[in-house]
């Protein structure tokens, strides 16, 4: 017997975004929960929503007082009542294959399920996959959070909740839920603790689809880096929530490659951003930003 399926959509002033991507779902699966989250609009995304929700019986629309995008999903994860659950973004859209990340929960053996992620650039159509690949498997005494932390450490797709698919069992057991006082990685965080909980359960089983199954809309090069992104303060509280959740004494060698990586992307993307020199200076050592600007330069 298949499992039910809860597909969560935070929905901010993008109503008819949102009926695009959910028309791609219902083409792809009919016999879907999907819960959709109104935080808070000040269009007439509400109106648009509801006059959907009540022409398909699997959307079930909830509205709220805008919080951001992580109230949104926590609002929609008190809601949600499908075994597994995935999340998708109302101004993005899924592809083709998208539901191959509900394949392997059957045999109770998969807890996790992670997809490649297509960047669409809407403005030129410049398209670039990412995460296509399966890393290099699990060392034989490796635990979970070493494993994923080394995996973090090498590349971003434990970076985030999309695409992904959980177990809503594991969400609610450990009451896991985004942080929403962070201004960036909020996904990051509910994905550590997503991987704390399957190491308390004893259960290890990821599963990976080197496919794109997801598209990342995107208007241009600035509009992925805002200045919450820009700012090493708000990469640090995602550093200092994860050092929390380990074991004294324990992961901290691969934490620190984590930082590097992510100190690394930070001072790439000011020196990326569309600001003047004297702006980058603000989130960034003069120096080390020189020298970023020139790899920047050369990488394109």
């Not at 995460?131 to 994923?148: H, M, Q, S, V």
Request: hydrophobic share 40%.
């Amino acid at each position: 017997m298949s499992k039910k399926i809860s597909v969560i959509i935070p929905v901010y002033n993008s109503g008819d975004c949102a009926v695009r991507v959910m028309d791609e779902l219902l083409a792809l699966r009919n016999d879907l929960e999907i819960v959709c989250v109104n935080d808070g609009s000040t269009d007439d995304s509400k109106k648009i929503l509801t006059s959907y929700a009540k022409k398909h019986a699997q959307v079930v629309l909830f509205s709220k007082e805008n919080g951001g995008a992580a109230t949104a999903r926590n609002y929609g994860l008190d809601k949600a009542t499908g075994d597994l659950i995935c999340f998708v973004d109302s101004d993005d859209d899924v592809l083709d294959d998208f539901f191959e990340l509900a394949d392997g929960f059957e045999d109770q053996k998969v807890d996790l399920s992670c997809g490649a992620l297509e960047y669409f650039r809407v403005d030129t159509g410049e398209k670039k996959v990412v995460f296509d690949n399966e890393p290099d498997a699990r060392g034989e005494n490796e635990t979970l959070l070493d494993y994923a932390l080394r995996i973090m450490a090498h590349d971003g797709r434990f970076n985030g909740t999309i695409p992904k698919m959980f177990r809503r069992e594991i969400i609610e057991k450990f009451s896991i839920r985004f942080q929403d006082d962070f201004l960036i990685g909020e996904d990051t965080c509910f994905l550590f603790d997503y991987f704390v909980a399957m190491s308390k359960l004893k259960r290890s089983e990821i599963r990976f689809v080197p496919k794109a199954l997801y598209r990342y809309n995107y208007k241009n090069s600035g509009s992925l880096a805002s200045e919450n992104t820009l700012s090493w303060a708000n990469w640090q509280k995602i550093v200092d929530y994860i050092a929390a959740k380990l074991e004294a004494g324990r992961d901290v060698d691969l934490l620190r490659k984590v930082e590097r990586r992510w100190r690394i992307g930070c001072l790439l993307s000011v020196a990326r951003s569309g600001k003047s020199f004297k702006e980058k200076c603000r989130f960034a050592n003069p120096v080390k930003l020189l020298f970023a600007q020139i790899i920047v330069k050369f990488r394109k």
